[in-house]
């Protein structure tokens, strides 16, 4: 309203639109809207309409966009789920002109957390390895930006639990940390004040093999040649399914075998006569060489 | 004669100025749109308050190019009431909400048109890993409120937006897209 | 309009005629139809008063799957030789590429001749599903009263006696969550691969870039390696993929060559290559294992340098189509080559089957060292 009589003072030397500025400003005047001036998502909320007679009343915001008949004078109730959408919503009242008002709806307490946590899988005894993400929410999944404690905690089985208090700002908390130097599931959780709580599982597995030793014997099929089992230099057998290559160089000429570990350990046969040798390697491990005599 | 000789240059030009002012009807409107379009949405980016992690170069040109699609589109969906321009630009509670406005628009005859936008954006927050990034847009463009095609609210806007972004399969998608009154 | 209809009335008619007939005669090795036998088929004759006669009258019957007139016009070198046997040599069996197989065409040159035996060489030429295919055999004829007749010694393979072999390897399946979007609930990384060498050379057919990716994860890996090749402004020239020149499903640890070929271009002008390794989580089985054996650097029958050996299937479940993929190293470790050739014949459980994959000539010299992987399909693999 203000801007419209600021506009026809503007224009008071055009005698036509200043009058059609100050019909307009008077005519604004009649109808005016009192939007809420502390809207909280998912609460209902009142908007206020004075003057008389049949207007229409619209409502357009996040995930909102209505039309209503409604009698001036009275108050346009709002529903709690019109508002469930934190954000800028602009209400608009129109009889025989149109006025509108902005207002913003502010979210909610925080009462869930949005949670992310990487990596899913994580060799054991990498620094800073691990990064957990946090974003609070209200119950209708708004960012509630009002900043806020988020406690976040992790545990493997045998150890103490590790934990580290971060003050959400603008919506997000985080942290970062080492992993562990024993295999297995790491259990990690963020909570806030109110006991929301969120978990999610890291598994730490084994790194790269350590100390490969094999050993062989003559069969009637070839050499059947198997390794110890293969553990990483922490001590933690390497997951079933990782690939040993064992390599055998013999009068016959070269073989190759890549075979998965299974319950700790990789075997093979290779078809070899006379002497060979074989060696072993799994990623950038290499294992002892085993010298094996001839018999046809 | 001499008055047929007389009128021919005015029957000319009389026939030029109304194929002239068919052919401006006749491409005004579609011009309209691609003048809109061709408007598209301005858009810069700082990230020198980016924290924890710094936002690479290449990260900065995809989020300002996908962003500014993403507005672009979402112009579109809210002018042309339909959700089918929003897919692949916003997913999770963003996509859900401007879908249900769309479809509130079309159920109630209205649409909206946000045009002549600019975008200031503000990287405040990057996860260690690169997957969330969290942005301040200081927006502005002119909204305008239509109920079948008669405006019914019009205003030149200041919008603070509190954004969050994440990588998806070859582009940046808009998460969480939440006006508020200040940062 | 009225002369139209008649024609299209039997072009219909005869599509449909030569639709059944080419679904009721797939897989019969009795014949060609369509194509006129005996001394009407354009350079066949009923002569084989010279080893060449004789040579490409066999093949010809062996072309159009005569198999009954081939076998009859050849002579078995042992009694253990049956035209079961001697079928299933051409046509391949179990599954194996040589079973989607068509000898398109063939080219014979006489290595050696007397007036009682001859040595012919034979090119054949394959149309597989891998694409074309070559083969080089050497064919013994004898002359027997006045004609020459193609001795056939191929022996059939071991029967492999019946047993029971346990199937216990790892087997990893991927479960993928619902479809509520809970952000953050169902994450899974995809699988950290990485590229651990790349060396770009030209070749005879073009830019060729080469080197070894490993799989740095605890679980398998769908890989594919992608080159782009940038000039000198940052521009892209080329953008291609490895195709089938590696090995797709990398169990954890697991080290695959990789090639990318840019055919017709050169080096020279090219300033920079960019590599891009995707990797994708997917359900796969470390069974069955492949065993490379008595590999050995050797020139072939027609002098080019290959290296050969056998591989072995030490599992319990029959390879339809092995797919070998080798890498070869200079002195200093460096990847100068990557070679690949598919084996025709499937590889039966607890057997072998011979391999050979060519070095191209100008490097042979350089190769110290290489390693040989196994890519395999198997047509009952769930």
């Known amino acids: 309203m203000s801007s419209l009589t600021s506009t026809a003072w503007k224009n008071r030397k055009s005698p036509l639109i200043f009058a059609l500025l100050v019909v307009c400003a008077a005519a604004a005047q009649d109808t005016p809207l009192r939007v809420p001036s502390n809207a909280v998502a998912g609460a209902p909320a009142t908007v206020g309409t ?5 207007a229409t009343f619209y409502l357009v915001g996040p995930a909102v966009s209505l039309k209503r008949d409604v009698d001036l004078g009275k108050e346009v109730a709002l529903s709690s789920k019109e508002l469930q959408s934190a954000g800028r919503y602009t209400a608009v009242l129109c009889s025989s002109s149109c006025s509108s008002e902005n207002f913003f709806v502010s979210p909610g307490k925080p009462v869930d957390l949005a949670f992310v946590v990487h990596p899913s899988r994580v060799p054991v005894g990498e620094n800073a390895a691990i990064s957990g993400v946090a974003l609070t929410l209200d119950e209708y999944r708004n960012l509630v930006l009002a ?12 150890a103490p639990a590790m934990s580290h208090s971060a003050q959400a700002r603008d919506g997000i908390a985080w942290f970062r940390t080492s992993s562990g130097k024993s295999a297995g599931p790491l259990q990690i959780s963020a909570a806030l004040s109110n006991d929301v709580n969120t978990r999610r599982v890291v598994q730490e597995v084994a790194s790269i093999p350590c100390n490969l030793r094999i050993q062989g014997q003559r069969t009637p099929k070839g050499v059947l040649v198997e390794t110890e089992p293969v553990r990483d230099c922490s001590g933690n057998p390497v997951p079933d399914g990782t690939v040993v290559t064992f390599t055998a160089k013999d009068s016959g000429g070269t073989s190759f075998v890549d075979a998965p570990v299974k319950q700790d350990v990789a075997r093979a046969i290779i078809l070899a006569k006379g002497s060979v040798v074989i060696s072993a390697a799994s990623g950038v491990a290499m294992g002892n060489e085993l010298r094996i005599g001839g018999k046809e | 004669m001499c008055a047929r000789v007389a009128s021919y240059p005015q029957k000319l030009k009389l026939h030029l100025s109304v194929l002239i002012v068919l052919s401006w009807c006749m491409i005004a409107t579609p011009w309209r749109h691609a003048f809109a379009a061709d408007a598209s949405p301005r858009v810069t980016l700082t990230v020198s308050q980016a924290t924890p992690r710094q936002v690479e170069p290449l990260t900065q040109n ?31 509670d963003a996509s859900a909400q401007l879908v249900a406005q769309v479809n509130g628009q079309k159920k109630n005859g209205l649409s909206s048109r946000y045009e002549n936008q600019t975008h200031k954006l503000e990287a405040v927050f990057y996860s260690p890993e690169g997957d969330i990034l969290e942005l301040h847009d200081t927006a502005e463009y002119d909204f305008e409120i239509l109920d079948g095609g008669k405006s019914i609210h019009s205003e030149h806007a200041i919008v603070h937006y509190v954004v969050l972004m994440t990588p998806g399969a070859d ?12 940062f | 309009m009225k002369r139209a209809l008649p024609i299209v009335i039997v072009i219909v008619a005869v599509t449909a005629v030569l639709i059944f007939l080419g679904l009721t005669s797939v897989g019969r090795a009795t014949g060609t139809i369509g194509i006129a036998t005996g001394g009407a088929l354009t350079g066949f004759s009923t002569d084989t008063s010279t080893p060449e006669k004789a040579m490409n009258n066999f093949l010809l019957d062996v072309q159009k799957r005569d198999w009954d007139r081939a076998f009859a016009s050849a002579e078995r070198a042992s009694d253990a030789i049956t035209e079961q046997s001697f079928i299933q040599d051409w046509v391949g069996s179990n599954g194996g590429l040589r079973s989607f197989s068509t000898l398109e065409r063939y080219d014979t040159r006489p290595l050696h001749a007397s007036d009682s035996d001859a040595q012919m060489r034979v090119r054949l030429h394959w149309a597989t599903p891998v694409g074309p295919v070559e083969d080089v055999r050497d064919f013994h004829l004898a002359h027997r009263g006045d004609s020459w007749k193609v001795i056939w010694d191929e022996t059939p393979p071991p029967n492999v006696p019946a047993q029971i ?16 979007d809970e952000w953050g609930s169902h994450n899974v990384d995809a699988p950290r691969v990485r590229i651990v060498s790349m060396n770009a050379v030209d070749s005879a057919e073009g830019a060729v870039v080469m080197g070894e990716v490993v799989n740095e994860d605890t679980i398998p890996a769908f890989v594919n390696v992608n080159a782009t090749l940038l000039d000198g402004s940052g521009g892209i020239i080329d953008d291609e993929s490895s195709f089938d020149k590696i090995l797709h499903v990398l169990l954890p640890k697991q080290v695959s060559p990789y090639r990318v070929d840019f055919p017709h271009l050169s080096l020279s002008k090219i300033k920079n290559v960019r590599m891009d390794v995707k990797a994708t989580l997917v359900p796969a089985s470390s069974d069955p294992v492949i065993g490379v054996m008595n590999q050995k650097i050797d020139t072939d029958a027609q002098g080019h340098p290959v290296l050969h050996g056998e591989l072995f299937n030490e599992s319990g479940q029959t390879v339809n189509i092995p797919h070998v993929i080798a890498s070869f190293y200079d002195s200093n470790g460096k990847v100068v080559w990557v070679s690949d050739g598919y084996v025709e014949k499937a590889l039966l459980p607890q057997s072998t089957e011979a391999f050979a994959v060519e070095i191209p000539q100008s490097l042979a010299g350089k190769v110290q060292n290489f390693h040989v992987v196994v890519n395999q399909y198997s047509l009952e693999k769930s």
């Open chain 1, 50 to 54: 004075s003057g008389s007679g049949a």
């Open chain 3, 165 to 180: 072999v346990p199937v216990n390897y790892l087997r990893w399946d991927l479960v993928t969550g619902n479809s509520s």
């Open chain 2, 171 to 182: 582009r940046w998608v808009v998460r969480q897209l939440q006006a508020v009154p200040r």
């Open chain 1, 147 to 158: 900043p806020s404690s988020v406690q976040f905690q992790w545990s493997t089985k045998g």
């Open chain 2, 62 to 92: 995809a989020v300002l190019r996908d962003y500014k699609f993403a507005w672009a589109n979402l112009a579109q969906a809210l002018e042309s009431n339909s959700a089918g321009a929003i897919n692949g630009l916003f997913v999770g």
